[in-house]
């Protein structure tokens, strides 16, 4: 059974198609985007949609405008290759004795979009649960997550309650489904209007985007996921390691004030 707690804007869901075309390679790093007009006929929206959605990718650093000339995609960000072993945010405030509150805002099937099914290894328009949550800790909004996993895996998981305990914990108790590794990048972004509300700050506010994709022992995909955390309330730290020792990764050192961040992964 699906539930959809939270109606999505219609600039969002534009803009999430941007991001999905932009990630397909439609419109390539320096390339300009159609007009406003074209926009709209695209997606049947207004004018003041279009505006909204690509005044957020503008606030997040994935679009620019140049007075006269357009909407532009910005180059990729420079990357760099950290070693960590992570922890849900559930599972690693619990460790902490806190208690995390979840509000479901978004639990329902949908076809696979092209980023996420490149993701996730599936033929596009898949079946695929998302899941879109947000997190409180001594209730205080800290993240937005919004995660991605193939129907085949836990086709169960759409009536599952999600309000509360780990979705890790859930898919290893339930459904036999162990995470061997992850793969995540991290950058600093700019909140649009939808997640800024969501999390009680003003546009603009700094946040961090951690874009993660988990995978069982065999290689196979088991989860995509975007979480957004504010910046003022999240501290990273990561352990390092030689290059001869990137096969034995380090464990998170514990006893870390709450107060001073967390785990970023939002399950």
């Not at 902490?96 to 099937?109: F, P």
């Not at 129907?151 to 309650?161: K, M, R, T």
Request: charged share 25%.
């Amino acid at each position: 059974m699906s539930a959809n707690v939270v109606p999505i804007p219609k600039y969002y869901r534009v803009k999430e198609a941007l991001l999905e075309q932009i990630a397909g390679g439609t419109w390539q790093p320096k390339s300009s985007l159609p007009s406003e007009t074209e926009l709209c006929k695209q997606f049947g929206v207004s004018r003041i949609t279009v505006r909204k959605a690509i005044g957020d990718l503008v606030h997040e650093g994935r679009l620019r405008t140049v007075q006269g000339k357009g909407t532009f995609v910005t180059d990729p960000k420079v990357g760099e290759h950290f070693i960590q072993r992570a922890f849900g945010l559930y599972e690693d405030m619990e460790r902490r004795g806190l208690r995390v509150d979840t509000s479901v805002l978004r639990q329902e099937i949908i076809p696979s979009p092209p980023d996420v099914a490149r993701r996730l290894k599936l033929e596009r328009g898949a079946r695929t649960i998302v899941l879109e949550r947000l997190r409180s800790v001594r209730n205080e909004k800290l993240l937005l997550s919004t995660t991605y996993l193939p129907e085949v895996h836990c086709p169960a998981l759409i009536g599952d309650n999600l309000s509360s305990g780990s979705l890790y914990g859930l898919l290893r108790t339930k459904y036999g489904l162990h995470i061997a590794r992850g793969e995540h990048s991290l950058e600093a972004v700019a909140g649009g209007e939808r997640e800024s509300g969501l999390l009680d700050l003003a546009v603009g506010s700094p946040l961090l985007l951690l874009d993660t994709v988990m995978y069982l022992a065999n290689g196979t995909p088991l989860e995509y996921s975007r979480v957004l955390q504010r910046g003022d309330r999240a501290r990273v730290e990561l352990d390092f390691l030689s290059a001869t020792s990137v096969a034995s990764p380090p464990s998170l050192p514990g006893g870390n004030d709450p107060d001073e961040g967390g785990a970023l992964d939002g399950q």
